[in-house]
């Protein structure tokens, strides 16, 4: 049976830390298009589960005041730190310990939350909080349910938690390493891969949180195996 305290011991062991701060900067300026459709400049944001602070920094080398990155893992942190100073946007980027369910939301021009929500147990609750702080837009990712990557990771999950990362290295790893970009160490890239339980995320469910909290989508698409979505506020 999964335990939600045992995803969270996982998630806070990943070696974050083993983030390459060179290779991280490289790929962040020549990745910068993909939040280029994102009306960043001037604009105070805030980045939920920021991890190695990737798209904070993208968001503030496109011109963001100021972006607040949220996690809960300390090391992650201090990579995001690392990289904001790599690339010269320390003084835009402020990062912050802490588990984004209990973490004090304040309003912010736009929310950046990207391959977080399907890891969170009570996700229809942060999304709330998340939507609400949304003074402008959300921009929001998501795995979709049943897809292969989801499906590895529930086989492996009914495995002791001991056993999980092993196994799906030893099944699925050979397949699974390229998409390793990052270079991460096998404790961060194949944990998150095997040992957290993903969590189903309906698209409608999401839609209807945006909606309530007053935010409208502009776009969606749901290519490979994640959906994303815009949304813009048209009512407090």
Not at 104 to 112: H, L, N, P, T, W
Not at 214 to 219: A, D, H, N, Q, R
């Amino acid at each position: 049976m999964f335990d939600v305290n045992d995803s969270i011991k996982v998630y806070r062991t990943y070696r974050h830390g083993d983030l390459p701060a060179l290779k991280a900067s490289e790929w962040v300026k020549g990745n910068l298009w993909r939040l280029s459709h994102l009306p960043l400049r001037e604009e105070i944001i805030i980045d939920a589960c920021c991890g190695g602070g990737l798209k904070s920094c993208m968001a503030a080398l496109l011109g963001a005041s100021m972006v607040i990155g949220v996690d809960s893992s300390f090391s992650a942190i201090e990579a995001a730190r690392n990289l904001s100073s790599s690339l010269g946007v320390s003084d835009q980027c402020v990062f912050k310990e802490g588990r984004i369910e209990n973490f004090e939301i304040k309003r912010a021009d736009g929310v950046i939350f990207t391959a977080a929500l399907h890891h969170i147990t009570e996700w229809e609750t942060v999304l709330e909080s998340l939507a609400s702080a949304a003074g402008k837009w959300m921009y929001l990712d998501w795995l979709k349910p049943m897809t292969g990557f989801f499906m590895k990771n529930r086989f492996c999950n009914l495995l002791p938690l001991s056993y999980r990362m092993k196994a799906g290295k030893r099944l699925f790893g050979k397949n699974d390493a390229r998409y390793n970009i990052m270079a991460l160490s096998d404790g961060s890239f194949f944990a998150d891969r095997y040992c957290s339980l993903y969590k189903m995320v309906s698209k409608r469910r999401v839609r209807n949180i945006l909606t309530r909290a007053g935010l409208t989508s502009i776009y969606s698409n749901s290519f490979g195996e994640c959906h994303r979505l815009m949304a813009i506020r048209t009512r407090d």
